[in-house]
């Protein structure tokens, strides 16, 4: 598909900020219930009345918690595009004119130095 350079609208990334979002979170309980399970397993039930076992626990619900506020976070302050100010559209204003200023001091410049390498009658 050939885009023309007036064409191209700006890209939303929220949609690929949340599939990572969800990846690693999904990454994360898988490794969490695994250990979890194989731990229970092994030392048998006498380990959950240990605070380590009941904070490891939680974990899943943490990881499932931040992954819900950071999808929120980003789908309500991804959208925002910035709009130009006035003080924006001052600034660029000057720049402008500092551009035509150095722009005419060059050529100014450039005329004198002409004018010293041409000989003298």
């Known amino acids: 598909m050939n885009k023309q350079k007036g064409s191209e609208q700006p890209k939303d990334h929220r949609m690929g900020a949340t599939i990572t979002i969800w990846t690693c979170t999904t990454l994360m309980m898988v490794v969490l219930v695994t250990s979890l399970s194989e731990g229970l397993q092994s030392v048998g039930p006498e380990i959950l009345s240990s605070s380590v076992a009941l904070v490891f626990a939680f974990m899943p ?42 722009t005419y001091e060059g050529n100014d410049l450039q005329t004198k130095i002409q004018k010293l390498r041409t000989p003298r009658n």
Request: charged share 15%; glycine share 10%; aromatic share 8%.
């Open 61 to 102: 619900a943490v990881c499932l918690v931040g992954a819900a506020l950071a999808t929120g976070a980003v789908w309500y302050f991804g959208g925002r595009t910035a709009t130009p100010t006035e003080a924006t559209t001052a600034l660029e204003e000057r720049v402008m004119n500092l551009e035509t200023i150095i």
